[in-house]
């Protein structure tokens, strides 16, 4: 499970809004007796809380990448040893609209730049939109479990819709 979903501590400051999604999922998952990995938060890793929102396009560069899989390396280990040992994966749940954390959808633009008033600043915003693609750690995801032969469904929490998403979940498992 995508680390905020859990510890929504580790958005950027000021956007800490959903506990109750927290509380909805891990209940459900409690009830149907599903253990929680939490992944760890790689924008938080890589800049801290005071940095601002991101596009899917900032970080898509090597460095960034490469700091993804190696913070997720370890629970893609873990996650090979439960298998080994007859444990089910029942899924992974990430966070629509996520530049990082994406499943269906991510935040898109040419974002990017001076933040000052003549540097075309509300251009750029109002060009920023979700599109159909994965944030970039869950891409670095996908492609450790491919390499690992791993077949684990996933699944989003999608912020604007928490009960269409819970629901969704609830399919999952
Ligand atoms: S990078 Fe992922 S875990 Fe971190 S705040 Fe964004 S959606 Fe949550």
């Known amino acids: 499970m995508s680390h905020c979903i859990i510890n929504a501590n580790a ?15 891990v209940s459900l998952l409690m009830v149907r007796e599903i253990g929680i990995i939490q992944l760890p938060c790689p924008e938080m890793t890589v800049y801290g809380l005071k940095r601002w929102g991101h596009v899917r396009e900032q970080f898509n560069y ?4 490469e700091k993804c899989r190696q913070i997720v390396k370890p629970i ?9 040992n007859g444990y089910k994966l029942t ?3 990430g966070v629509d609209g996520s530049p990082s954390c994406g499943v269906h959808q991510t935040c898109s633009g040419a974002w ?22 994965q944030g970039i750690f869950m891409e670095e995801i996908i492609e450790l479990l491919k ?5 684990i469904p ?8 928490v009960k269409g ?7 999952l498992i």
């Open 11 to 25: 958005k950027v400051v000021g956007l800490c809004s959903y506990a109750a999604t927290a509380i909805e999922i």
């Open 62 to 65: 090597p460095y960034y990448r």
């Open 76 to 84: 893609i280990d873990q996650l090979i040893d439960y298998l080994n």
């Open 91 to 93: 899924g992974i749940i």
């Open 112 to 133: 990017g730049g001076e933040l000052t008033a003549d540097s075309g600043i509300v251009d750029k915003l109002s060009q920023v939109k979700l599109v159909n693609k």
């Open 147 to 151: 390499m690992a032969n791993l077949d």
């Open 154 to 161: 996933l699944a989003a929490i999608d912020e604007l819709d």
């Open 165 to 171: 998403s819970v629901k969704n979940i609830e399919q």
